[in-house]
């Protein structure tokens, strides 16, 4: 069965430090991986997303993520973390890239990011 | 371009009562779908439709229903409420789009907040 695992409800970083966000997947197929921001009383935003190619793949607001097959993992990072990054972050997982699975995400519980000042 | 629209931001329903979550895209996605969010638990699929007139149950569809009479529109239905069902409900769009950018991302509403009490 296929599942998404995000090990941190919460992870504390201070202002300007480097921050990882961690995610383990798995998937019986090849897997389309993808990370999405959530703030306070709004909707869910698209932060980037792994179909094929590079494994270390560059997303909005100077996020990225590095896939990593052999680890099932699919990390999110970034360098120097800014308080507005404060938020609910989530990994998700696509399997098999068939039509009939298009839409269909199995989502991690979530992570609160706390970037203190 | 207004994205997925979602409506109402939130209510308030009675253990029993029935309403539709409305739920539109201006993107011409063929791929639509319903999540829950609670807390701890990430988001489950509830219902998705890959076009107009095809839907097909998600993770949790027990107590709703869904219907797609155009590509635009996917109305999520609370038959009888429950206070189970009291959640954050999200709708989301996506196209499969091969090479492009875009394609295979899921965009999200901003969300409908439900009590049900």
Redesign the interface.
């Known amino acids: 069965a296929q599942s998404?695992a995000q090990p941190e409800?919460q992870v504390n970083v201070a202002e300007g430090n480097p921050l990882t966000v961690k995610c383990t997947y798995s998937v019986s197929g090849n897997p389309?991986l993808?990370w999405?921001v959530q703030y306070p009383?709004?909707?869910?935003?698209?932060l980037l997303?792994y179909?094929t190619g590079d494994n270390l793949v560059k997303g909005s607001y100077g996020f990225e993520a590095e896939f990593n097959k052999s680890q099932t993992s699919f990390h999110l990072k970034k360098p120097s973390a800014l308080v507005s990054d404060s938020a609910l972050y989530?990994c998700?997982v696509?399997d098999i890239?068939a039509?009939?699975n298009?839409?269909?995400?199995i989502?991690?519980?979530?992570t609160t990011l706390q970037v203190k000042p | 371009n207004a994205g997925v629209t979602q409506t109402p931001k939130f209510q308030v329903l009675k253990t029993g009562q029935s309403m539709t979550l409305q739920c539109a895209q201006d993107m011409n996605h063929e791929y639509m779908s319903w999540y829950r969010q609670d807390p701890g638990m990430g988001l489950r699929l509830i219902h998705y439709s890959v076009g107009a007139g095809i839907t097909d149950q998600g993770e949790v569809p027990n107590g709703y229903n869904v219907s797609r009479s155009t590509t635009e529109d996917f109305p999520l239905r609370l038959l009888s409420a429950a206070p189970s069902q009291t959640s954050v409900y999200f709708c989301a769009s996506s196209y499969e789009g091969r090479g492009s950018a875009s394609g295979n991302t899921i965009y999200f509403g901003e969300g409908s907040w439900l009590t049900v009490v």
């Open positions: 998404v409800d389309y993808f999405y009383n709004r909707g869910l935003q698209f997303k179909i989530f998700a696509r890239p039509s009939s298009t839409g269909k995400l989502f991690g519980q979530g």
